[in-house]
């Protein structure tokens, strides 16, 4: 599957891949720390959605929402959890 997203710093991708690795593994995932994007497939398995390493053009935009959505938005959480703790430190 080819990586659309772009981020803007592209340095950050290491330390972007951390923060996914450790807020899933907080979750309960089982997360490969050399490889944390696979942790989509073990959230697709688990809601029965068909996702492959191949070509996934057939899954709808609410499948594809539902795998992303719990890596993203806990991700998300984590980092106004991280900004908060930062500013309270000020």
């Not at 690795?21 to 398995?45: F, H, L, R, T």
């Amino acid at each position: 599957m080819a990586k659309n997203n772009k981020i803007i710093i592209p340095e950050a991708r290491a330390g972007l891949n951390q923060l996914k690795a450790k807020v899933m593994k907080s979750k309960g995932y089982n997360v490969n720390e050399e490889k944390p994007d696979d942790v989509k497939y073990e959230i697709a398995n688990e809601l029965g959605i068909p996702l492959s390493k191949d070509y996934n053009g057939k899954l709808t935009s609410e499948q594809a929402g539902k795998i992303g959505g719990p890596i993203g938005g806990n991700m998300v959480k984590e980092m106004i959890r991280m900004a908060q703790e930062q500013m309270l430190k000020k």
